[in-house]
């Protein structure tokens, strides 16, 4: 039982579409990673968020910490091919001592030209 | 090189044979970690490293299962008698230090196949 549920586990658009995806515990994080990973590579950090109802935005990505800091968004305008790519998003629980990273299982997003 | 780096990048292996799987994380980070990431899934945390000491390796999946870092740097995971279900992509990620503003960096992974 993965403490992350994320949605959708899959999303293809075509170039140009905007797209959202979900994050969402339970619990409650004392911060919020969204990674991207490509095929064969591990996973880059794009954002960190650690207040509750923080939005960062980061050009055509648009992150949300909801504001009872248990669930996240990621939110892509006018996709790009470019923006392909397994999204993870990981959180640090507020109970844990040196800050474990708990991922979710990641949504593939694939977007056309 | 200036990234994490993981060795081999692919090994196919007989069930019940041991693999070796090396990190070299980047100069001068203190904290290493490393994770298992099975066909689709998340990345499952295995064990974390500040300097030499392991202070949490509760994700270590069985007693087949150890790693070690020496010098503060270099840090082998070693899979014993292995099985099918160990085969996935073994992710290795350092930090300058550990906490939330501590960025992890990670390493393209080994892929490791059981037969």
């Known amino acids: 039982t993965q403490l992350l549920e994320q949605s959708p586990q899959f999303l293809s658009i075509q170039e140009g579409e905007n797209l959202t995806v979900y994050c969402n515990s339970s619990s409650v994080f004392s911060s919020l990673q969204w990674y991207r990973q490509e095929p064969g590579e591990g996973p880059v950090l794009l954002v960190t968020?650690?207040?509750?109802?923080e939005v960062k935005k980061l050009k055509r990505l648009t992150f949300q910490f909801g504001d009872a800091r248990k669930d996240s968004s990621l939110h892509i305008t006018a996709a790009q091919p470019g923006d392909t790519g397994l999204y993870l998003c990981a959180g640090r629980m507020t109970t844990d001592s040196w800050g474990k990273l708990q991922f979710g299982a990641g949504t593939q997003v694939v977007v056309t030209p | 090189g200036a990234g994490v780096s993981q060795s081999p990048s692919n090994k196919v292996t007989e069930k019940g044979k041991d693999v070796e799987l090396r990190c070299d994380p980047i100069s001068g980070h203190t904290a290493l970690y490393w994770y298992r990431q099975s066909l689709g899934q998340g990345l499952e945390f295995l064990i974390y490293f500040q300097g030499n000491s392991a202070p949490d390796k509760s994700g270590l999946p069985s007693d087949r299962f150890s790693a070690e870092r020496t010098g503060g740097s270099v840090s082998t995971l070693t899979i014993q008698r292995t099985q099918q279900e160990d085969s996935a992509v073994y992710l290795c990620?350092?930090?300058?230090?550990?906490?939330?503003?501590?960025?992890?960096?990670f390493g393209p992974g080994t892929r490791l196949t059981v037969t």
């Open positions: 990620a350092s930090s300058l230090g550990q906490g939330v503003i501590y960025e992890q960096y």
């Open positions: 968020v650690v207040t509750g109802g």
